[in-house]
């Protein structure tokens, strides 16, 4: 039994010695003298690979036991089904007056969370208005505070005036919401600006939670037009609890949708450029 301040510890009953944790990781802080032996001062940056390829189950790290981790053996969805789910999302602009449970939410969070990120910093921030009532209220400031800059002609010249400026004339005209076309739940993902690629960890986590709410039969759609919003009020990033220090990656609303789709769109082949 050999243990560090990783916690690496490996089941000495069911190791078959295959060398598998060794092989398999990328830091190479595992090494074979008969049983697995870790370098605590390798570099270990806690991917749980060892854990997850043991075929036995022998190997725990960070506290975690394997018999906890779902099995994968005929777990994931078929290509046929994943193309679909992928080919089928829609950006959904119409959402039906409800909420989504809130344990629902944390699931789906969960899920996203283990989207991967670089070097696994693990820092991505999911900032989630959970309650229809909050949403509304934040939709309102918006609306009346976006509509006091137009008034003021405080509005910026080009694309994003021109787009905020829709956005107010919309909701005072016909109460058309296009910031967040009526969503009752909004997503924001961030990240320290220290870790190594807090942008693209941002997006992915974004990416990875949209599927999986579409999976759930649940609505999405990317949020520029908030994100337009955001940045004409330097404040509101602060007091939704986002971190100074962190990198705003995008915001998604999200919910159940009042719209469905029957079948895919039709799009040109993938641009593709083959090096040869
Ligand atoms: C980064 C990004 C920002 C977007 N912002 C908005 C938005 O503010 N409002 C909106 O209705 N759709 C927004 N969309 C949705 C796109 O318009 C949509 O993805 C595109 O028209 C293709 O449709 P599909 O998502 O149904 O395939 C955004 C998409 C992306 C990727």
């Given at each position: 039994m050999e243990k560090s301040m990783f916690n690496f510890?490996?089941?000495?009953k069911r190791c078959i010695e295959c060398g598998e944790c060794a092989l398999e990781c990328p830091a190479g802080v595992i090494t074979m003298d008969t049983t697995p032996q870790f370098n605590e001062d390798g570099g270990c940056f806690r991917c749980q690979h060892c854990l997850a390829v043991c075929p036995t189950g022998a190997v725990s790290i960070l506290g975690r036991n394997p018999d906890e981790s779902q099995a994968l053996a005929g777990a994931f969805p078929s290509p046929d089904q994943m193309t679909a789910l992928i080919k089928g999302r829609r950006s959904v602009r119409r959402y039906r007056d409800e909420?989504?449970?809130a344990d629902l939410i944390d699931e789906l969070l969960d899920c996203a969370g283990h989207a991967p990120t670089g070097v696994n910093a693990q820092g991505v921030l999911f900032t989630v208005v959970k309650e229809r009532a909050v949403m509304n209220a934040l939709r309102q400031e918006i609306m009346e505070r976006l509509g006091r800059l137009k008034e003021s002609g405080g509005l910026p010249e080009g694309f994003v005036g021109q787009y905020m400026g829709?956005?107010?004339k919309g909701w005072l005209e016909e109460g058309r919401d296009?910031?967040?076309r009526g969503a009752p739940h909004l997503l924001i993902s961030s990240a320290p600006k220290a870790a190594p690629c807090p942008a693209q960890d941002t997006l992915i986590a974004l990416t990875t939670f949209q599927l999986i709410a579409h999976a759930r039969g649940l609505g999405t759609v990317w949020d520029g037009m908030f994100m337009m919003a955001l940045s004409l009020c330097p404040d509101l990033a602060g007091r939704l609890g986002i971190p100074e220090q962190h990198l705003l990656g995008y915001a998604m609303v999200f919910g159940w949708p009042a719209v469905e789709y029957h079948r895919t769109v039709q799009?040109?082949?993938a641009?593709?450029?083959v090096v040869s």
């Open positions: 510890q490996v089941d000495e909420e989504v449970a829709g956005a107010v296009i910031i967040f799009r040109g082949p641009q593709v450029n």
